[in-house]
């Protein structure tokens, strides 16, 4: 029987460009783009598709603007590499290291053995101000810092898995915050997870400043500083959704080439959508301005002249990239979910496709943190649909019993 630390260690080792596949299941030809609808039937058994017949089409002309001009198939990294994206090279050294971290938290979190990896870990609680971190959320942090580290371009790493910043390298360029599994909490049943990272400068006239005292304020920019930010969606697939500050775009993990492949160029998230996201059984701790405006919109009687529906994962990166797809408006009405690597990176994103973030009151890249783990409501989503939201007033929760799921 395989130990659990044994797979840790597997998965920690998990090289940037390992193919997934069975050798016998390995294809010699360039890549491919799946390009029709299948058709079923019958195929003989040395189909590696198992009794679906899927016509393909090789050099799916996608480049990184989006535009169909016949340069094939773009991955992460070509696409960072391209001319006009503002994208330093010391940039692209740390964003292909963090690349490398997500795709080890992917196989971390499909690996059958990640119960077995909680039972291995004693966990302490940490500060008051944290959730309680799960197992596999001390492994997701350990595997991010270590290439972080590595990278040799990071002067601060800002986690919710630790107390305080970490401060790494004195001529690092950039300090990145993150969350780096979110929705740990349900990942027993198989509920999709998330990483999120937010990347700014190093503020260099800080620099005379005793090492905690540079990085905690080096953590705490405004959200209107970010250079980029990006969530990682590990789910049936796995995304990486990332801006720089040139549109929001996103790439799917092809497992056979290990490359994280442009799917989704230049995302715009529909002006208004008819989806709304929260978890409905807080409805009677709610402030009166957001039952007003959740029962005007699912009666069909808001701005909007159709009744919304509600999905909801409990999974923040989860409910947000369903929102930046569809429309809609995804929200946490209670002070929950942290300002500085959760609400500011996934503000950030849904800005540059044309969304908006707000706490109820106010954008919120505008708001300047004053501590690492400070919480705030949050609502992201449709442009339309969040100025409708706040236009009833008190949509903040204030009521906090200290709910346990």
């Avoid at 005379?208 to 250079?227: F, I, M, R, W, Y």
């Avoid at 989704?264 to 529909?270: A, F």
């Amino acid at each position: 029987m395989y130990s659990a630390i044994a797979t840790l260690n597997t998965i920690l080792n998990y090289p940037s460009r390992t193919n997934l596949l069975q050798p016998k299941l390995q294809n010699s030809q360039p890549r491919f783009k799946l390009w029709a609808p299948p058709t079923y039937g019958m195929t003989s058994s040395s189909s590696f598709l198992g009794g679906f017949n899927l016509r393909i089409k090789a050099n799916y002309d996608v480049n990184a603007s989006g535009d169909d001009s016949g340069s094939g198939i773009c991955t992460l990294m070509e696409y960072i590499g391209k001319n006009g994206l503002n994208v330093s090279d010391e940039l692209a050294v740390l964003f292909s290291h963090l690349e490398c971290a997500c795709k080890r938290i992917s196989a971390l979190v499909a690996s059958p053995l990640n119960y077995s990896i909680g039972k291995s870990f004693n966990v302490s609680v940490g500060s008051a101000e944290r959730d309680k971190p799960k197992p596999l959320d001390i492994v997701a942090n350990d595997i991010v810092l270590s290439s972080l580290k590595n990278s040799g371009k990071v002067a601060v790493m800002a986690s919710e898995e630790d107390d305080a910043p970490v401060w790494l390298a004195d001529d690092g360029p950039f300090v990145v915050v993150l969350d780096p599994l979110d929705g740990s909490r349900n990942i027993d049943a198989s509920i999709p997870t998330g990483t999120i990272f937010g990347i700014y400068n190093r503020l260099v006239e800080l620099d005379h400043l005793p090492v905690e005292e540079k990085a905690t304020l080096n953590s705490l920019q405004s959200g209107k500083k970010l250079v980029a930010s990006a969530y990682v969606l590990y789910s049936s697939a796995t995304i990486l959704c990332t801006s720089f500050g040139s549109g929001t775009h996103a790439f799917t993990l092809d497992r056979s080439t290990g490359d994280f492949v442009l799917t989704h160029p230049n995302i715009k998230i529909p002006p208004r959508g008819q989806i709304y996201s929260v978890n409905d059984a807080r409805y009677f701790d709610w402030s009166e301005g957001l039952r007003r405006y959740i029962d005007t919109i699912r009666q069909g009687k808001g701005l909007h002249p159709k009744k919304y529906s509600a999905r909801y994962i409990c999974s923040l990166v989860a409910d947000f990239h369903r929102t930046l797809l569809y429309g809609g408006i995804a929200m946490n009405p209670r002070a929950h979910l942290r300002l500085v690597y959760e609400a500011n990176p996934l503000s950030f994103l849904a800005e540059q496709a044309g969304g908006r973030g707000s706490d109820g009151k106010s954008r919120i890249l505008s708001l300047q943190p004053v501590k690492l783990h400070q919480r705030l409501p949050l609502f992201l989503g449709s442009p339309d649909d969040i100025e409708e939201l706040e236009s009833y007033g008190d949509v903040q929760q204030k009521v906090n019993p200290g709910y346990e799921v």
